[in-house]
């Protein structure tokens, strides 16, 4: 089963780059309609499930090393 609309939505947001403070937060909610925290709630998840990994597995190993080198710092 493939991802979702909003799965892969979340997949491109995040292989944007966004300049300024607030950008990105904006963006979640006018372009998806969603808190920030929801969308990171989402996002967290996604990086977890293999659909996500095979449809960008650019910007999901990115974002899985990211996660766990916070989670180091911890």
Do not use: C, H, W
């Not at 979640?28 to 996604?46: D, I, K, M, T």
């Not at 293999?50 to 090393?65: E, Q």
Request: glycine share 6%; proline share 5%.
């Amino acid at each position: 089963m493939d991802l979702g609309q909003r799965e892969r939505d979340i997949l491109a947001l995040e292989r944007r780059g966004f300049a300024g403070p607030g950008a990105k937060e904006r963006a979640v909610r006018e372009e998806l309609g969603l808190s920030p925290v929801r969308y990171y709630q989402l996002l967290n998840a996604l990086l977890d499930d293999p659909r996500a990994l095979a449809a960008d597995p650019v910007t999901v190993n990115r974002l899985r090393r990211v996660r766990e080198s916070r989670r180091a710092e911890r």
